[in-house]
Structure formats: structure tokens, C-alpha cells
């Protein structure tokens, strides 16, 4: 052996096994990716909030207004809502409380993703049920943090 390499001592085989794994050890379950529905009406912001979080493993869906979000929700189940509020014909605050309403997504947090921040409007999503705001612009960082914030307190915020 030449100075300084280090080899690793041989394992034992653990008692009852064949040198690897025991029998009876569990197998690892994969953790499915959490599920988050993306809503707003401008296209850079959509995408950028579908990659930030695409790179951390979330399997993200993206509507581009609230008619199409609602229609997404009719069909599919999700572990949180990233909704803009200022967006043409149905807006956030009615998407947020028609999630709200439904017995199947009533659980699911909604977090409001938007330039509109001010008192009334940041009264209004928490009426309409919103667990929380996070203004625009945001960073990578802020909105990962609340995002895993608020997956990892379930729906005993929502």
C-alpha cells in the first residue's frame, strides 16, 4: 500500500443475511412529488415559477387565468395553489374561494403570489381563505421557503 491511500476495512455480513441487506428490511419507498397548481395570467412569471420549483422535484401544472385553474381542480387533486390575484375575467380571490368551497379541495393551501399586496387586498385573500402572500417580485429562495412551509404544515393551515 503506498502512503496515505486508505482502503476501507471488509463489511461483516449482518447476522441471519448473506453478506447484504437482512431478509426482512423494508424496501424504500419513493416519496411521490408533491403536486402544485401554478395560476397566473403573465407567461414569464408562470414559467419561472414552474421551473424554480420543477428543480426542487414538484410536479407542477400551470393555468394561465382563474376559468382554467377551476377547470384543472375539477379534475385533479393537488397539495397546494400558487395563485396570482390580478388576472382577467375570474381573478384570484374567486378562485381561491370557490377552492375554498369545495368539500374535495376545501384542505388544499392556497398562497397568493402577487403584485397587488396592499391592506384591502391582503385582507381580502385571507378571507377568501389564502394561507398566505408572498409579493412580486420574489426570489427563488423566499418562495421555496414558504412553498416547503407550507407542504410541510399541511392542511392544518388551510
Partial sequence: MSGGEFIPPPRKPRAGGSGGRAASAPQLQRRMPKRILVVDDDENILNLERTILEQKGFEV?????????????????????????????????????????????????????????????????????????????????????????????GSNLA
Avoid at 381542480?73 to 381561491?96: N, S
Avoid at 376545501?106 to 381563505?129: H, M, Q
Avoid at 420574489?138 to 410541510?152: G, S
Fill in 61 to 153: 401544472t400551470t393555468a394561465g387565468g382563474g376559468a382554467e385553474a377551476l377547470q384543472i381542480l375539477a379534475g385533479h387533486a393537488f397539495d397546494l395553489v400558487l395563485l396570482d390575484v390580478m388576472m382577467p375575467e375570474v381573478d384570484g380571490f374567486m378562485v381561491c374561494r370557490k377552492i375554498k368551497e369545495d368539500p374535495r379541495l376545501k384542505d388544499v393551501p392556497v398562497i397568493f403570489l402577487t403584485a397587488k399586496g396592499g391592506g384591502e387586498a391582503l385582507a381580502e385573500g385571507f378571507e377568501s381563505g389564502a394561507v398566505m402572500y408572498i409579493n412580486k417580485p420574489f426570489t427563488a429562495n423566499k418562495l421555496l421557503t414558504i412553498v416547503n412551509t407550507m407542504l410541510e404544515a
